[in-house]
């Protein structure tokens, strides 16, 4: 139980790698905030798993919005107490080649990926200071540090993350607040099953342990940084990717 007494807010909790993430800090004992813009999805993933955990709550919102991240954050402060663990998880896709890519789906994978990621940091940074402790761990992507076709804007906001990261983590060591960024590779997850097989082939050949990666690999990760034993570990980038990127 490395986390028995904390509390986490994990966004985009409720499929894929956040729910993961979610169940993996759970068993360690961390009361988890699940956050989700689909209020539905949430709904359905706490009655499955409210027999299991007795350790986790719910709070729909979008978290590019400014003023309902605030409205969060006093909701959860005020009924937690604290949240000691932030993992900035919710992330979007709209792929297209640039020359064909329309405003609006450049815009939304800025706002959800990395506005998401500055606003959800941005209300619970003076928390954390305040306490003079705290995790803060963004997901970014293998694509962030390597570029990929048809992703000039997913790319964009996660190599944004990265940076974004490093001078979270220099501004906050003195308050003994550890920011680290994780750059998955390409995992098993609705995001991925979307990718025509043929493409999905090709990636394969580039991936030096011949297979896509699990959502629990990423969230095994998260728990040993949100824990005591990476304590001295800030402003990193843990890329997990069977090899794709070294």
Known sequence: MKLAGKSALVTGAASGIGLSITERLADEGASVVLNDVDENKLNNVFANHCGTYKNLYIYACDITDKTAVQKMSDYLLGKLGKIDILVNNAGITRDSFLHKMADDDFDSVIKVNLYGTYNCSRVFIQHMRNNNSGRIINISSVVGMSG??????????KAAIIGFTKALALESAAKNITVNA?????????????????????????????KFGRPDDIANMVCFLASEEAGYITGQVISINGGYLT
Not at 194 to 203: C, L, Q, T, Y
């Open 148 to 157: 990929n076709m048809g992703q000039t804007n997913y790319a964009a906001s």
């Open 182 to 210: 994780i750059a998955p590779g390409f995992i098993t997850t609705t995001m991925t099953d979307m990718i025509p097989e043929k493409v999905k082939n090709k990636i394969m050949e580039k991936i030096p342990m011949a």
